[in-house]
Nanobody
Framework: QVQLVESGGGLVQAGGSLRLSCAASGRTSRRYAMCWFRRAPGKEREYVSGISWSGGNPYYADSVKGRFTISMDNTKNTVYLQMNSLKPEDTAVYYC???????????WGQGTQVIVSS
């Protein structure tokens, strides 16, 4: 089992920044990919970004490309999502995921709320 704990969410004005963190523990693997999804009110869960455990191959959804940056510190088993130029449509619960498949996590965190006010 892998445990994932997110932190860093909050309330921010449009144009502001937040950094989300996700600490992994338990039976982690260097073969795992780490990723972020989000679910906005009334919408389906949406893939946001992903990265390999080694920190390579970052991938972004078109909606966040150029504004969000994902990074991995595998010495701390922690993945980060730096979110800049935030927009009200970025408001959502953000979930961290991990597992052998890049776009289909086997493990999920509990989520952290991000609210962007206009």
């Amino acid at each position: 089992q892998v445990q994932l704990v997110e932190s860093g969410g909050g309330l921010v004005q449009a144009g502001g920044s937040l950094r989300l963190s996700c600490a992994a523990s338990g039976r982690t693997s260097r073969r795992y990919a780490m990723c972020w999804f989000r679910r906005a009110p009334g919408k389906e869960r949406e893939y946001v970004s992903g990265i390999s455990w080694s920190g390579g191959n970052p991938y972004y959804a078109d909606s966040v490309k150029g504004r969000f940056t994902i990074s991995m510190d595998n010495t701390k088993n922690t993945v980060y999502l730096q979110m800049n130029s935030l927009k009200p449509e970025d408001t959502a619960v953000y979930y961290c995921g991990a597992g052998p498949e890049a776009f289909r996590p086997a493990y999920w965190g509990q989520g952290t709320q991000v609210i962007v006010s206009s």
